[in-house]
């Protein structure tokens, strides 16, 4: 879905969106697709790439606000069309959604509960758009995708932080759904089941506040500095944040996964799906430091760091 889209719907331009977000084009789900559908298609590319197959599973972790349904889990509609049976759930922190399942993946590995975990962040944010609103219909996008754990003697993940201040919970936020506000006609037409950003301001330096800080306190837990990092992959929400976020670091040039441009927002799904490109691309290397970030609504942060272990796609 092309900038250009948007100009019939509400007061802007392709030039306008780039200039404030480095973006260009977005991805919407079909007629009919669901999170558990672009989950799914990201499961099965992420277990090829470790030569693994579904029935080897012993848990599925998804990361989303966007899932097929409130009960049952997206999770669930994952493992079912992965066709096995394992413990599976979701975690919602919105765009951080995915350092959190990393984290709650980390903890069931390290405690012996599981050995290969697969973790996906899957959203379809196009459902939850307020097509009238220039601040925020311009930014999301849908995908997927996933990344699969399992124990290592070298390597790996190395360390992960998370954080959160449900104080700001109102800057962000989708009003309409839950047991605050149960969907009725008038919430429908309100558009309070669509995403809000009344303070977009304040939402953009809490993102690059609280990521930075989080890479920080992560580094130097894991006795390293920024120097240290190969590669860092933040939320891709907005191209602004991400290189405020690096130039906070010290961490720019090529160094910075900055990927936005042909995706938009996608949330939950937004690092693993960077991080998936810019291994596909060459831009990771076995060996490599790679330093994960996001920032959502919560307001929710996380960083993950990984020594890489895997090499470069043929």
């Not at 994952?78 to 903890?107: E, M």
């Amino acid at each position: 879905m092309p900038n250009s889209y948007f100009e019939s719907l509400v007061e802007t331009s392709d030039q306008w969106i780039q200039d404030r977000t480095g973006i260009v084009a977005r991805h919407f789900a079909g007629e009919g697709q669901t999170a558990s559908d672009l989950a799914e298609q990201a499961a099965r590319l992420a277990l090829e790439s470790a030569g693994l197959g579904p029935e080897q599973l012993d848990m599925i972790i998804v990361a989303t606000c966007t899932g097929d349904t409130p009960i049952p889990s997206t999770a669930v509609w994952v493992q079912r069309k992965l066709g096995i049976r394992c413990p599976a759930f979701d975690v919602n922190a919105a765009c951080a959604g995915f350092s959190y399942a990393i984290s709650t993946g980390i903890a069931f590995v390290q405690a012996g509960v599981a050995e290969t975990v697969l973790v996906i962040g899957a959203e379809v944010l196009s459902r939850v758009l307020d097509f009238t609103d220039r601040s925020t219909c311009v930014l999301f996008g849908d995908g997927a995708g996933a990344v699969i754990l399992r124990p290592t003697e070298t390597g790996g993940v190395e360390g992960s932080v998370l954080g959160a201040d449900g104080t700001a919970a109102e800057i962000l936020l989708i009003p309409g759904g839950g047991s605050r506000m149960p969907a009725s006609a008038e919430s429908v037409a309100a558009h309070e089941h669509s995403i809000r950003m009344p303070n977009g301001r304040e939402v953009f330096k809490r993102a690059v506040v609280e990521m930075a800080a989080a890479c920080r306190q992560l580094l130097e837990k894991s006795g390293y500095t920024a120097d240290d990092v190969d590669v860092l992959i933040p939320h891709q929400a907005n191209a602004r944040i991400m290189v405020a976020v690096a130039e906070r670091l010290g961490i720019t040039g090529e160094r910075a996964v900055i990927d936005v441009a042909e995706v938009g927002n996608t949330s939950a799904a937004s690092v693993p799906i960077a991080l998936d490109r810019a291994w596909r691309s060459g831009r990771i290397n076995e060996g490599d430091l790679v330093l994960l970030t996001s920032f959502g609504a919560g307001l929710s942060w996380g960083a993950s760091l990984i020594r890489w272990t895997m090499r470069a796609p043929a």
